[in-house]
């Protein structure tokens, strides 16, 4: 009879209990493994991963055990808390931006548009959309020479600040307009060019004032003094005059000059208004202003040949080129002093190399021409001592096709006579018109 072996028996308990008490720690490991790590872990992974989609208000949970993956989630929370203060200051930063009245622009380190801020679209005219990815030679109005950009980029590039105080650009619609601008180099924590920041100021408004004033000032005290030089001569030669109808005669004239007076303050405020309201939004038909200038300049100088000579297909402009022809046409008739005053006003479209299409309109007159001085008034912008014009209209006209990009030159003709050329943006063609002569 065999023997039970109890040593087997024994053994082969003591290696199931072995692997039931194995695969029992495993277990207990495992738990303790996911409730202290693994879960822990897939929670603070979840939470970051809300805060990356932008949820900020999502909590970090945060263990207080003092193994790794408490100092974790105490690292995440303060990460997050940080974060969110640098959005908050950014958020607040770009606000402060964004209402701000300067147009400001930030550009890499090539100078190609990253960001603009509302004011630049307002006073560039130009789109975020249309702006970012271009340079800002997108404003170039050709006023400044190339030389002037060559400093500008030299100063930016040293790391120096950019400040001119009276740069001239283009917006997209082809205004001009006077800014202000500032340009300063952006640097990175290792003082590496990364960009530039800039602002920029419309001094528009505030540059047509001050030669509004300077104008306004020399024209009404030259013309006034010279009319009050007159009424005192005329008083004094009516105090010395002993014929009742000599004294009428001096009196008329005294009249006459009081009355040219009042026309000529009358003309002053009607120039700053008319400058003030010539704002123009939507482009009008060159061809078809032209024509209805010309009728009316025709009802008034019946003796005057008027002939209009313009392209088969119609111009557009964003200028109140009216106003600007009136005055113009007018100038050129009532001056005139020939017995058939001529006036001739000639249309025609020019793009120079890398500039906007141009819309140039030519008025031609066989009067006595326009004085030296007030042509070189004109070109020089301004009114000085030495140097000042007699009459409002010029100005007038010069201020709005200045303002509507555009710019006007004067010269003489021969044997005699007077040519204005304006040279204005070109905005769209619209239908065809005749050339006629009356």
């Known amino acids: 009879m065999r023997q039970p072996t109890y040593g087997n028996d024994t053994l082969r308990l003591f290696s199931i209990g072995s692997a039931v008490a194995g695969i029992f720690g495993l277990a207990l490991l495992y738990v303790l493994i996911d409730k202290h790590i693994i879960q822990p872990l897939v929670q603070l992974i979840q939470d970051i991963q809300q805060v990356a989609r932008g949820d900020f208000d999502t909590s970090i949970t945060v263990y207080e055990s003092a193994d790794e993956v408490g100092a974790l989630s105490r690292s995440a929370r303060e990460m997050k808390s940080q974060l969110v203060a640098r959005i908050h200051e950014a958020e607040r930063f770009e606000q402060g931006i ?27 005219k130009y789109s975020a959309a249309e702006a970012i990815g271009q340079t800002p030679s997108i404003l170039k109005s050709g006023q400044q020479s190339e030389s002037y950009y060559d400093e500008l980029w030299g100063t930016i590039l040293d790391g120096d600040v950019w400040e001119d105080k009276e740069i001239i650009n283009r917006r997209k619609n082809g205004e001009l307009f006077y800014a202000d601008e500032t340009i300063a180099p952006i640097t990175d924590r290792n003082d590496e060019l990364v960009g530039f920041v800039a602002t920029m100021i419309d001094r528009t408004e505030q540059q047509i004032h001050q030669q509004q004033t300077q104008a306004l000032s020399r024209v009404l005290r030259h013309n006034l003094r010279t009319r009050l030089n007159l009424i005192d001569g005329y008083a004094s ?71 209009t000579d313009v392209p088969p297909s119609q111009l557009a402009v964003v200028v109140d080129i009216e106003t600007v022809l009136e005055e113009l046409v007018e100038n050129a008739l009532e001056h005139n002093d020939q017995a058939r005053p ?24 066989n009067g006595p021409g326009i004085p030296r001085n007030e042509r070189r008034v004109l070109r020089e912008g301004e009114e000085t001592p030495l140097l000042h014009g007699s009459g409002l209209g010029l100005w007038m006209v010069y201020w709005i096709v200045t303002r509507g990009g555009g710019d006007i030159s004067i010269e003489e003709r021969d044997p005699r006579g007077t040519r204005v050329i304006l040279r204005l943006p070109q905005q769209s063609a619209a239908t065809p018109h005749d050339t006629c002569e009356h």
Not at 98 to 121: C, Q
Not at 342 to 365: F, G, L
């Open 237 to 307: 030669e009516i105090l010395a005059a002993d014929d009742p109808s000599t004294c009428i005669d001096y009196a008329q004239d005294i009249r006459t000059q009081a009355r040219r007076m009042v026309e000529l303050g009358n003309k002053a405020n009607q120039t700053v208004k008319k400058v003030a309201d010539t704002v123009q939004e939507d482009a009008v038909s060159v061809s078809e202003t032209i024509e209805s200038v010309a009728a009316a300049q025709r009802r008034r100088f019946p003796e005057a040949t008027i002939r």
């Open 342 to 365: 001529k006036v001739t006003i000639r249309v025609s479209n020019q793009r120079a190399d890398s500039t906007a299409p141009t819309v140039r309109i030519t008025i031609e007159d």
């Open 98 to 124: 964004n209402y701000a009245g300067h147009a400001i622009y930030i550009t890499d380190a090539d100078g190609v548009i990253e960001y603009v801020n509302p004011s630049f679209e307002d006073i560039t």
